[in-house]
């Protein structure tokens, strides 16, 4: 293959999947937040992978769900607008799946796009499902694709190496393009107040329980690049109930302190530099039942019925 191709790829399944993990080992890069929950991705996020050859732009999305509305409805429209505008597809499967017919739901929604398509089982890692990794392999090729299997943490060489295939087959599935689509530099469009309001939204997941990250949303209030000393990060954690307050905040602050110090120290990695960080906890009472208060925070549900 000659000629420079560049285009999207966009990893679908499961919640929990591994899209996100698979997502950072390719482009090498830390760009989309992982946590052992499910429903963790809640907007596309790409991460870019150039060479030579090519430059594959992955987009990541939330899982597979079936919603029409509130925030779920939002990351069931999310998930199929990315499967709508990406030139070829990856359907994820875990060898981890709690019912063998969601893999195989995943495998019929992507064969049945029309597009360009491989199958990836994800976490190989795990002894006791291996038998599982020739069932969806099998399960994937026999709806006409090819089928790789990985494990994306702790890789090894052998691992590493098969990273190597697996971006030589995203640049078979993506057009021929007269030039890249991103800056060949970039490993993710996404501006550095989202990676890090994503990082405190995974540092929530880490750090408060049950439905109380799922309940809760993240912005910045404030970014100011120029303040005297060091970058000043302002951030507002936003729960849709009075009482979630203490909880994200703990007794004398302590579980927003862990919050705040494990982020800043994320976000200082990412951006090469020392910043402030300021965290604020405030209530919207149900804003996912709001569909103005959604759109404020970035979540636009078009089709909504209310
Ligand atoms: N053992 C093992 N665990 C993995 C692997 N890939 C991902 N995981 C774990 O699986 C969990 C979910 O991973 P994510 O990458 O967040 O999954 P996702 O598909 O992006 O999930 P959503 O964003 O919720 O749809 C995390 O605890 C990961 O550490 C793998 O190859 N092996
Ligand atoms: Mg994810």
Known sequence: MNSYRAGFIGLIGQPNAGKSTLMNFLVDQKVSIVTAKPQTTRRRVMGIHSSK????????SPGLIQADRGLNGFLAQEAEDVMRNVDALWAIVSVDEEKAEDAKKVIELVSSQKKPWIGIVTKTDLQEKAHRVLILKDLIEKKGGKAFAISSVDPDEEEKSLRQDLLQEALKLIPESPAPLYDVELFTPESARN???????????????????????VRIIKFDEVAKTVPHLSIEIIVAKESHKGMVIGKAGSVL?????????????????????????????DWFSNNRLMKELGYVVTDSKD
Do not use: T
């Open 257 to 285: 302190k862990k919050i705040g110090s494990d982020a800043r120290k994320e976000i200082e990695k990412i951006m090469g530099e020392k910043i402030f960080l300021d965290l604020k906890v405030s209530c919207r009472e």
């Open 195 to 217: 990676l890090a309001a994503e990082v405190v939204r995974e540092k929530c997941f880490e750090h408060l329980h049950h439905e109380l990250p799922y309940n809760l949303a």
């Open 53 to 60: 050859e090519g430059q594959i732009v992955f987009v990541d």
